[in-house]
């Protein structure tokens, strides 16, 4: 059975940082692709950052150098690191995962299991 479990959410103000993690069970993670995704209220779910199995990455436009998502496959966890944080960042942070290695899509129906979430809130 597939389990994701994000942590690190909480409030930062403008400009600073968080790291979010997602330990993955039931999964050979380093065969999976992995992504972060986030929902704002009252918004869809958009894509965040991917990682392929290989390493590979794909960011979305908004968080462009300023996130980095990496993985620790000894570890089965992903990571997002959020710098220079923005009121517009504040969502619920979803960890998902797809058997397929090399997805690369930021596309939320490209990703067949899903975490609870953890939520970031940006504000002064």
């Known amino acids: 059975q597939v389990q994701l479990v994000e942590s690190g959410g909480g409030s930062e103000q403008p400009g600073g940082s968080l790291r979010l993690s997602c330990a993955a069970s039931g999964v050979t993670f380093r065969w999976y692709s992995m992504g972060w995704f986030r929902q704002a209220s009252g918004k869809e779910r958009e894509g965040v950052a991917v990682s392929a199995s290989d390493g590979r990455t794909n960011y979305a436009d908004s968080v462009k150098g300023r996130f980095t998502i990496s993985r620790d496959n000894a570890k089965n966890t992903l990571y997002l690191q959020m710098n220079s944080l923005k009121p517009e960042d504040t969502a619920m942070y979803y960890c998902?995962?797809?058997?397929?290695?090399?997805?690369?899509?930021?596309?939320?129906?490209?990703?067949?299991?899903w975490g609870q979430g953890t939520q970031v809130t940006v504000s002064s």
């Open positions: 998902a995962a797809d058997r397929r290695p090399y997805v690369g899509s930021l596309s939320k129906y490209a990703y067949n299991y």
